[in-house]
């Protein structure tokens, strides 16, 4: 723009820089992207395999148990198990996030794999409970394994990698010694303790209740630990594992939303709570905090050694047994 300046009759033109006016983007038009939905855990096709897999191979057990197939039925019987199990957990893990927080997905795999024996029974004739025995047979020979031997089997490497996560946050871990020994402690000692005293005070299984009261003792330790405590207070593996399951689930399913709830944000600690309280399942349902996870691994570990050594200790097996029955002695399994 020019503006004509008049000083001493002459006419000066000067050149003005005229700004132009700056173009403000209104908040509230500015729009913001639409944040994509998270991936689900396994994909159709996935789900599609195990699926498809499970319906033949039903049809093929009961076909091979009718028609006496001799030593291969059991190895069919256990893939059509197998298969069945990982149906109803990939099935479960793609329900949306408000269901999977509600039921677990080892929930309704296990009621998929009990449907899945039950459908076998009536496909044959026989009594659920007679599939159910070769479920877990105690061996890896491929003729004569059961479902749960095999998957068993295939826990044992997972728990063993639990370890990279820990050596990889061993900085951390050690300079969280003492917080990760006080847990360690709060936890074996006071789940033993606590949980006998709260099963008395209850009642649990009434006046004859003391082989329940005695197996669900060790509820907050690994499985194969726990069925060890059990065994030494004088109650029943079985039971003890059921609930060892079930607090697990209850732990992994709950346990993150609790802690978010109350507001604990720190991973040394959701990590410790996880793992101390619901074994492998919780350090599992907390594996995508990288952060809390190995904390979590570590928990679950010295809690199921701690708690194994202070019941190996004759002084304080009796006072578990004498604080959970009240000094009665537990009828044996009939």
């Known amino acids: 723009m020019l503006a004509i300046r008049r000083a001493g009759g002459a006419a000066n033109v000067a050149p003005v820089a005229e700004t132009a006016p700056k173009m403000k983007m209104s908040k509230r038009n500015a ?11 396994f994909t159709p096709e996935t789900l599609k395999f195990l699926t498809t897999g499970s319906a033949l191979l039903y049809f093929a057990c009961v076909a091979a148990i009718r028609v006496d197939l001799g030593s291969i039925v059991t190895p069919i019987q256990t893939l059509a198990i197998i298969f069945s199990s990982l149906t109803g957990f990939v099935w479960a893990a793609r329900m949306p996030a408000k269901v999977t927080k509600v039921i677990h997905p080892l929930i309704t795999s296990s009621a998929v794999t009990v449907l899945m024996i039950q459908l076998i029974a009536l496909g044959v004739g026989s009594e659920m409970k007679e599939i159910l025995r070769s479920y877990k047979t105690g061996t890896l020979n491929p003729l004569t ?25 061993k900085q951390l871990i050690c300079e969280n010694f003492v917080t990760i020994f006080t847990a360690m402690i709060v936890s074996s000692a006071g789940g033993l ?70 507001g604990i944000h720190d991973p040394v600690t959701r990590g410790l709570g996880m793992g101390c309280a619901s ?52 009828a044996p399994v009939p």
Do not use: C, H
Not at 219 to 232: D, E, Q, Y
């Open 145 to 169: 394994m059961g479902a749960g031997d095999v998957l068993l089997w295939m826990l044992n490497p997972a728990v063993v990698s639990f370890a990279v996560a820990m050596y990889s946050r």
């Open 193 to 262: 303790f606590g949980t006998a005293a709260f099963v008395r005070a209850i009642s649990l299984g009434g006046s004859g209740g003391t082989l329940v009261r005695l197996s669900i003792v060790a509820r907050n330790v690994t499985t194969a630990l726990s069925m060890a405590i059990a065994a030494i207070l004088g109650g029943d593996i079985s039971i003890a594992a059921v609930f060892v399951v079930l607090t697990g689930v209850l732990g992994a399913t709950y346990g993150k939303s609790l802690m978010n709830w109350a």
């Open 31 to 41: 729009k913001t992207p639409a944040a994509a939905p998270a991936p689900k855990p």
């Open 279 to 330: 074994q492998g399942l919780g350090v599992a349902a907390i594996s995508n905090e990288p952060d809390a996870f190995p904390f979590a691994a570590i928990g679950m570990i010295l809690t199921a050694v701690s708690a194994t050594t202070l019941v190996s200790i004759p002084a304080t097996r009796d006072a578990i047994i004498n604080i959970a029955t009240g000094g009665i002695k537990a």
